[in-house]
């Protein structure tokens, strides 16, 4: 960029310019990035005024240029003067020097065209020899072959294997010259090697059979390294699943059979394996893995094939899922059968194999476990709908028994025992273990659903007990069970890992992530019960609170004896927490329970101070205009004795002369003392009461007399 700029150096121009004339150099130039960059130097109006003095001072400079090369441009034009008679004589050599290679290119190419022919020539040549050595080949291993095969002909002559082995190296030898005869080959040759091969085939065959009736293991290993040599290892197989497997199969797999059979479907499979005992069990010494042939697979290829394919035309009504105990019991079996093939098969890879076959596949998929599955469903989610679906009746509900430790509604025990049948024998298959799963968890959802049901419903007023007492022992039982579903999670958890299969390698952990979400939804639903079960208690208990205002009226002017103990309304203000206490604590448990009356007295505390805030100041100005009222009177009658009258603001140690107004404060003080003691008594702390402490502050600043922890009564005092 640098040189570029020393060998074209723009004119220098007006120096009050809005931009720098060297962004004109940038390779980079752009016009809408020049406005940009100059936006601020001046209005567009400068800019173009601008641009045009430049402009001028470039054409200048232009001139100037021009003038100073002015010699240089006419030398230029006369140097140029005769060029083209120069190019014309250099052209003509140049012309017959392409020419001349061109020449030289077509000989080239000529004389490789021709060695070209003659290798192809060669090539098609030697082609030739070797298919004509190989048809003589061929003629020679025919001959060769109808000579072994030919003794072997007759039924009278028994089958030599020696004969068999050296036909099947000459039929292989027959088969490799075959492929390079070419054209030379006729059709009756061709014909003679067919006829051959399968003579030779149908000679393996009865040789193949021989053996296996005799249980001449030798001779059986002979025929099948020959089955090997002739690479004819399917053929084997095909001839020992329909010569062997097949006419046994046709007898043992059938409806007839299975209905005449005492162990039912197990008779069959038992009838099916005796078959490998019986008759395959030298193939399959010879074929294993360690075995001294390979190559041969007679469990897959030849059994099992027959097998599925008889079960599946058959013995098609076992897989009906229309009764699901039947239909268990014919999976299971089935399960234990396939088992068993696999503990014969014994290698993994051929386990593996087994497996991954077609047949395999479809035999699995004949057994329609979505429909099983869907059947289970509906009987077991059948049941515990009906149970959320019936109304809970009021009657039996007061008068069953109550126990922590079982269900006391019986939506939640139809509820676990529904959960506990998805994974009971008889009923859960590990194949649908995911199914089971979302199962539980739906069930365990419904039953929390059916709460919200549960708590709205409002008992009918048919027995002894009042309603708000029947909503309460409602509550308390919702609360009892919800609690003792939740801890059953840990177990339904446990259930599941034992029931799971080994392949998944499920934890506990994993699986309280599922339950997560039934966990949250239980615990909103006990936080709902226990908000209802206090609010039921303080709407039982508040009633008997406005009863405070009524202390005044039993106290003023009715010369009433001094308050020495509580007033019956503290006794029904107290019996609701008490009753509950006594009725409930098994159920709902000491730890809960102690939550519940706090709850509850925390809310009637508030209440309960402010009731007798209320009555205190009515009191106190009640009192006031009193006193007023006397001192005028007494002003008015005799002005020295108004100094004697006693200061009412204070409790008089003289009972006989204590106002109606010291009696409604003293009054109101022992029931305060009376009901700090119940909150005491009922398990509770004095300073987990809140507005507790200060009620008791609030009646001992309004009678003068101090109460300490022990809870004396004035009368003590």
Sequence with gaps: MANTRDLFSLPA??????????????????????????????????????????????????????????????????????????????GAPLEKLREEVLTMREALQGTMKSISDCLDQKKALRTYKKSLQSLGKVQQALVKLDNLLSPMDGREHDINPILLERAALESIQLQFNIKFCGEFLNEEQMRRSESMKNNLLMQMKEYFLKTLEQKNIDGMERCLRIYCTL??????????????????MNRVVSESSLQNSPQGLTGIYNQILDFISLNMKSLLTLTKKNGKVKGFNFIINSFWTEVERRMETNM????????????????????????RIEQIIEDSAEIAYFKAHPQYKSFQVRWNLPVYFQIRFQEIGSNLEKACSREI???????????????????????LTCISNCWQEGIYLPQLFHRFVKFTLQLLSRATTWIDTAITFNPPLQTDSPEPLLRLKLLATLF????????????????????????????????????????????????????????????ISIPHIKQVSDIPRLYRKT??????????????????????????????GDEQLKEF???????????????????????QKTEESLRRLKNLRDRNANPITTATFPNSGSISTDRTSMSDDDKIRLQIQVDVIYYVQEIERLGLARGEIEKLHELVLLTEKATKIKIGNNQQTPEQV
């Excluded at 006990?526 to 709407?539: G, K, P, S």
């Excluded at 009356?597 to 100041?617: K, M, P, W």
């Design 316 to 339: 098609s009504s076992i897989f009906a899922p229309g009764n699901p105990e039947s239909f268990y019991q014919k999976y299971k079996c089935t399960l234990e059968f396939l088992e």
């Design 480 to 539: 009892s069970d919800v609690t003792n579903l939740s801890k059953k999670i840990p177990n339904i958890i446990t259930l599941i890992i034992q029931k799971a299969p080994p392949v998944l390698a499920l934890t506990a952990q994993k699986l309280d992530e599922l339950f997560f979400d039934n966990r949250s939804a239980l615990s909103a639903k006990l936080n709902r019960l226990q908000t209802l079960i206090v609010q039921e208690l303080v709407q």
């Design 559 to 588: 010369n009433r004896e001094v308050p020495s103990k509580c007033c019956p309304y503290m006794e029904q203000l107290i019996q609701p927490s008490r009753n509950f206490q006594e009725r409930y604590s098994a159920m709902v």
């Design 393 to 415: 009746d009021a009657i039996r509900f007061t008068s069953q028994q109550i126990g922590a430790s079982q269900f006391n509604l019986i939506t939640f025990s139809i509820a």
């Design 13 to 90: 121009g007006p120096a009050d310019l809005c931009f720098d004339k060297n962004e004109f150099m940038k390779k980079t130039f752009s016009v809408d990035e020049f406005l940009h960059e100059n936006r601020n130097a001046g209005s567009l109006e400068i800019i173009r005024d601008d641009l045009g003095i430049y402009l001028k001072v470039l054409r200048s400079a232009m001139i100037e240029l021009i003038n100073q090369d002015y010699a240089d441009f006419v030398d230029l034009s006369a140097n140029l003067i005769g060029l083209d008679q120069q190019i014309s004589g250099i």
């Design 597 to 619: 009356l706090g709850n509850v007295y925390r809310s009637l505390t508030l209440h309960y101070y402010q009731a007798v805030d209320e009555v205190l100041i009515s009191v």
């Design 231 to 248: 690479d004819e290892t399917r053929t084997a197989e095909e001839v020992f699943k329909h010569e062997i497997v097949s006419p046994y």
